[in-house]
């Protein structure tokens, strides 16, 4: 089937610094791919979506500036989280779908 | 908008047993995809099985199996011959069939204990 990588798996930050997340589909294009947020024992949260070529489209109460979304090409997307604090410690997962969503391994992020 | 709920955030079954998770949505569409995604300690979202709305006949996926009643908006999973890799989180997602619409709307989850 369709893998969708992401990278990397964990990261550690310090508050105050930025860290990006890829998320690449290997074996497809994907002009639309999406990122999750999921806190622990809880459902995954939508994010936003990245349009490949135009800017992403963000769900309410998510801040645009905070966390940006590059899809610069059919294969790779870039969430960046600017500016972390602690309370940006989550799980982020990125998908994108062909028939169904196929989604990266997840990054634990842990900014401290 | 369409909301997904799960109502049993917890389940367990005995191994070789047969459980069922629920799962409703509320939709005005007509043409849509339900899916099921488990979720084990590494937090790999895996696709269970999907069902066409369009399509009458449930679908099956060797162990698993789904009640889809659509009139009822009711999409539950069946696991029959749980094995102890089938503990994880189950997630309930849909997704409409309008071209662009392709984001997911999931459910809470369902923590999902196999007991030996």
């Known amino acids: 089937g369709a893998v969708v990588s992401q990278h990397p798996s964990r990261v550690i930050c310090k508050s105050g610094t930025s860290v990006k997340i890829e998320c690449r589909s290997l074996d497809f294009q994907a002009t639309t791919m999406f990122w999750y947020r999921q806190f622990p024992k809880k459902s995954l949260m939508l994010m936003a979506t990245s349009n490949e070529g135009s800017k992403a489209t963000y769900e309410q109460g998510v801040e645009k500036d905070k966390f940006l979304i590059n899809h610069a090409s059919l294969t790779l997307s870039t969430l960046t989280v600017t500016s972390a604090h602690p309370e940006d410690s989550s799980f982020y997962i990125c998908s994108a779908t062909i028939t169904e969503a196929f989604f990266g391994q997840g990054t634990r992020l842990t900014v401290v | 908008a369409q909301t997904v709920t799960q109502s049993q955030p917890e389940m367990s079954v005995q191994e070789a047993e047969t459980v069922t998770l629920s799962c409703t949505y509320d939709t005005s569409e007509s043409d849509y995809y339900l899916f099921w995604y488990k979720q084990p300690p590494s937090r790999q979202m895996i696709l269970v099985i999907r069902q066409e709305a369009y399509k009458q006949q449930n679908a099956t996926e060797n162990r698993f199996s789904v009640n889809f009643q659509k009139a009822a908006k009711s999409f539950s999973l069946k696991i029959s011959d749980s094995q102890l890799g089938d503990a994880a989180m189950y997630f309930c997602?849909?997704?409409?069939?309008?071209?662009?619409?392709?984001?997911?709307?999931f459910g809470k989850g369902t923590k999902l204990t196999v007991n030996p």
């Open positions: 997602a849909y997704r409409s069939a309008r071209y662009g619409s392709e984001k997911l709307v």
